[in-house]
């Protein structure tokens, strides 16, 4: 394990702790990885998270 690989753990440990604080500084990079992560429901075509399980329309269970 390199240095740049102990970067990206500490980036994706501090985004997903971060990202509900709205940090304003933080924010452009925020929104990229979360159009990055958006899914889409394969049974109505809703957005849905990247860490969603279900459909929040439909219901649908949503593939990993
Ligand atoms: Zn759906």
Do not use: H
Not at 5 to 23: D, M, N, P, V
Request: charged fraction near 30%; aromatic fraction near 10%; hydrophobic fraction near 35%.
């Amino acid at each position: 394990m390199d240095v740049n690989t102990l970067y990206k753990e500490l980036g994706k440990a501090f985004y997903q702790s971060e990202k509900s604080r709205s940090i304003p500084d933080l924010m452009p990079a925020v929104n990229k990885i979360a159009a990055f992560n958006t899914k889409f429901c394969t049974s109505c075509g809703e957005k849905i998270d990247a860490d969603a399980k279900f459909c929040m329309k439909c219901g649908n269970k949503v593939e990993v």
